[in-house]
């Protein structure tokens, strides 16, 4: 049985839910009838948002259900709500102009500490996709091996499932059957390390001591971690390469100076920032990787991987409206000499517009046949080579890849080359 809503005043400048649950953080998030819904902790969790509150209740299951009572806690953790947002997007703005420009439209976009295993094994799900593809891959791991919590206008929510349950012998088989393709074996070897090999618990003690666990805020960590520790001991998994590690780090295990780099932050980092010179459109490499992350580090400081997440939902297709409409309403605000404030109100209006007509279309889109989907995916080809450069296995498994795939680099490097002279 659900519960009775709640407020929690929250402004849409500190939370954008609309925003923050689609730009590539989490996968389990479906939105039904204008309200959010996931599985977090054994319970479905609802929300909803006004300009002043976020709007939430819970749902328990009939077995085992939590205490009530740790909703509320669990989404201030999962919401990260102790971080001072609005004061970072204004420290950011006044040290970046680059940022300055594309904040106003994408306000309130925070990291989620989520549960760093849900986290490890939906970015090795990432691998080659795109975010429609990965929800679908998420929501069937969940089907099928995650404990049923209740329906939803008949759409069944079931939690992450653990470990162990993606560790059995027919796992990889199963799970190519329903269209993972390679990352059927990534998911099965990685569960089947962490299950077997590693200590209970071991994901969390990597974690950064700071920001424990959503649902354990009395966690303490068996010794001192360090996001370089970290980010190496995600190496030795199966199917993780630099930016899964990086994604994992950030919003699985609280290091928030981590910056994932993938194709949309590569090229953020050569056209806003000037980044790489006269290599543009060059084979990415591990130094590459590291250079980029180190300098929006220097610019963003100890939240880097915020700041990243706001311009790397920028870069979006998906939110090219969103972004349009806060430039359009910027210039018409800039035009009349408005104040700092009806700017900002008046920013806000327009971006839940957008939000709102962009999930109609969203809605019908999915619909449509599987073929469409498959077009699309034919259409971002050459962000989808390029990303198996910056994310393959490993950075070794990387170099042994490539010598086996020359024949598509020199392919995606003539597009990268034609691209750059007609943008020119």
């Given at each position: 049985?659900?519960?009775?809503?709640?407020?929690?005043?929250?402004?849409?400048?500190?939370?954008?839910?609309?925003?923050?649950?689609?730009c590539g953080q989490s996968f389990r998030w479906r939105k039904i009838n204008d309200?959010?819904?996931?599985?977090?902790?054994?319970?479905?969790?609802?929300?909803t948002q006004s300009p002043s509150h976020l709007l939430y209740k819970s749902t328990?299951?009939?077995?085992?259900?939590?205490?009530?009572?740790?909703?509320?806690?669990?989404?201030?953790?999962?919401?990260?709500?102790?971080?001072?947002?609005?004061?970072?997007?204004?420290?950011?703005?006044?040290?970046?102009?680059?940022?300055?420009?594309?904040?106003?439209?994408?306000?309130?976009?925070?990291?989620?500490?989520?549960?760093?295993?849900?986290?490890?094994?939906?970015?090795?799900?990432?691998?080659?996709?795109?975010?429609?593809?990965?929800?679908?891959?998420?929501?069937?791991?969940?089907?099928?091996?995650?404990?049923?919590?209740?329906?939803?206008?008949?759409?069944?929510?079931?939690?992450?499932?653990?470990?162990?349950?993606?560790?059995?012998?027919?796992?990889?088989?199963?799970?190519?059957?329903?269209?993972?393709?390679?990352?059927?074996?990534?998911?099965?070897?990685?569960?089947?390390?962490?299950?077997?090999?590693?200590?209970?618990?071991?994901?969390?003690?990597?974690?950064?001591?700071?920001?424990?666990?959503?649902?354990?805020?009395?966690?303490?960590?068996?010794?001192?971690?360090?996001?370089?520790?970290?980010?190496?001991?995600?190496?030795?998994?199966?199917?993780?390469?630099?930016?899964?590690?990086?994604?994992?780090?950030?919003?699985?295990?609280?290091?928030?100076?981590?910056?994932?780099?993938?194709?949309?932050?590569?090229?953020i980092a050569q056209r806003d920032y000037n980044f790489g010179g006269k290599s543009?459109?060059?084979?990415?490499?591990?130094?590459?990787?590291?250079?980029?992350?180190?300098?929006?580090?220097?610019?963003?400081?100890?939240?880097?991987?915020?700041?990243?997440?706001?311009?790397?939902?920028?870069?979006?297709?998906?939110?090219?409206?969103?972004?349009?409409?806060?430039?359009?309403?910027?210039?018409?605000?800039?035009?009349?000499?408005?104040?700092?404030?009806?700017?900002?109100?008046?920013?806000?209006?327009?971006?839940?517009?957008?939000?709102?007509?962009?999930?109609?279309?969203?809605?019908?889109?999915?619909?449509?046949?599987?073929?469409?989907?498959?077009?699309?995916?034919?259409?971002?080809?050459?962000?989808?080579?390029?990303?198996?450069?910056?994310?393959?296995?490993?950075?070794?498994?990387?170099?042994?890849?490539?010598?086996?795939?020359?024949?598509?680099?020199?392919?995606?490097?003539?597009?990268?080359?034609?691209?750059?002279?007609?943008?020119?």
């Amino acid at each position: 049985m659900a519960s009775e809503w709640r407020k929690l005043p929250l402004s849409l400048a500190e939370l954008c839910i609309d925003t923050a649950l689609r730009c590539g953080q989490s996968f389990r998030w479906r939105k039904i009838n204008d309200e959010w819904h996931c599985v977090l902790s054994n319970r479905l969790i609802t929300l909803t948002q006004s300009p002043s509150h976020l709007l939430y209740k819970s749902t328990l299951p009939a077995i085992n259900p939590p205490s009530e009572e740790t909703t509320l806690p669990l989404l201030q953790s999962y919401f990260s709500l102790s971080v001072p947002l609005s004061q970072l997007y204004t420290q950011w703005s006044a040290t970046d102009p680059n940022f300055a420009k594309r904040c106003p439209s994408f306000m309130g976009i925070r990291i989620l500490n989520q549960d760093a295993w849900e986290t490890l094994i939906s970015f090795i799900c990432s691998s080659n996709n795109n975010i429609s593809r990965i929800c679908s891959m998420v929501n069937n791991l969940c089907l099928h091996y995650g404990p049923y919590i209740t329906t939803v206008s008949g759409e069944p929510f079931h939690d992450f499932p653990s470990p162990e349950a993606l560790s059995g012998p027919d796992v990889e088989s199963h799970l190519r059957s329903l269209g993972f393709g390679y990352r059927a074996k990534y998911i099965a070897d990685t569960a089947r390390i962490v299950s077997r090999q590693r200590p209970k618990g071991w994901l969390d003690q990597i974690r950064n001591p700071a920001v424990p666990p959503a649902d354990n805020p009395e966690f303490q960590p068996g010794e001192k971690a360090t996001y370089r520790k970290a980010h190496e001991a995600l190496l030795e998994l199966t199917g993780v390469g630099p930016k899964v590690s990086d994604c994992v780090c950030l919003m699985g295990l609280g290091w928030w100076e981590s910056v994932p780099i993938d194709t949309h932050v590569w090229q953020i980092a050569q056209r806003d920032y000037n980044f790489g010179g006269k290599s543009k459109g060059k084979t990415f490499t591990k130094g590459m990787y590291e250079s980029v992350g180190d300098h929006f580090r220097k610019i963003w400081g100890e939240y880097a991987g915020w700041a990243q997440s706001v311009l790397f939902t920028a870069n979006l297709k998906s939110f090219a409206e969103q972004a349009k409409a806060g430039k359009k309403s910027k210039k018409e605000e800039d035009g009349k000499g408005g104040g700092v404030v009806v700017k900002k109100e008046v920013i806000k209006q327009e971006v839940v517009k957008v939000v709102r007509s962009e999930e109609v279309t969203v809605s019908r889109t999915r619909k449509r046949k599987a073929v469409k989907e498959e077009e699309e995916s034919q259409r971002q080809d050459e962000d989808v080579k390029m990303e198996d450069v910056m994310d393959g296995l490993t950075l070794s498994s990387q170099v042994s890849q490539l010598s086996h795939t020359s024949t598509t680099m020199r392919r995606v490097s003539k597009r990268l080359k034609a691209r750059d002279s007609q943008s020119q």
